[in-house]
């Protein structure tokens, strides 16, 4: 799969065949993009055609785009400064000690996922992930496809996929 920066073009690599393109910001943008303001960042994530995340070494999510805040039917400032679970609302984050905190924790494919980018710099793309999350009507079962790729010390997080299991 072909990576090219999603914001000047440039090739970035990438493995197996060249059919297949992904795309990722290269070191040089994502400089440019730190250095720049919140708003020039916000503009920039808005221009991704996919729910995207921008989540920090401890796990937190910094920021966030306006089809994340969509797909997960929350306004940006209930997303930003929050652990990923207690914004998809995981049945696991409303326990006593937190998300990320748990037994149930190590388990999770979407923090196994996050950690593993931060800690090895490895980009994954469409990773089943499956969360039992707190709704309205009772506990769901979502699935979710996810695609990390990791940019200085942020892990931006694609939501390629999420279905309704149950």
Not at 99 to 106: D, I, M, P, S, Y
Not at 120 to 148: E, H, N, W
Request: with cysteine.
């Amino acid at each position: 799969m072909k990576r090219i920066c999603a914001w000047c073009q440039k090739d970035m690599g990438g493995e197996g065949s060249d059919d297949l393109i992904t795309h990722g910001i290269c070191p040089s943008c994502a400089r440019l993009m730190m250095l720049g303001r919140r708003q020039k960042l916000s503009s920039y994530l808005n221009t991704i055609e996919a729910p995207i995340l921008l989540i920090d070494k401890q796990g937190i999510i910094k920021t966030a785009n306006q089809m994340a805040c969509e797909a997960l039917g929350k306004e940006i400032h209930i997303i930003e400064d929050r652990a990923p679970g207690d914004v998809i609302e995981c049945v696991n984050a409303s326990l006593p000690e937190g998300c990320g905190k748990t037994e149930h924790c190590t388990a999770c494919c979407i923090r196994k996922l996050i950690m593993e980018t931060h800690a090895t710099g490895k980009s994954f793309l469409r990773q089943p992930a499956y969360q039992d999350i707190d709704a309205a009507d009772g506990v769901k079962r979502m699935r979710y496809l996810i695609s990390t790729e990791k940019v200085g010390e942020i892990i931006f997080v694609r939501i390629d996929e999420m279905i309704e299991e149950y």
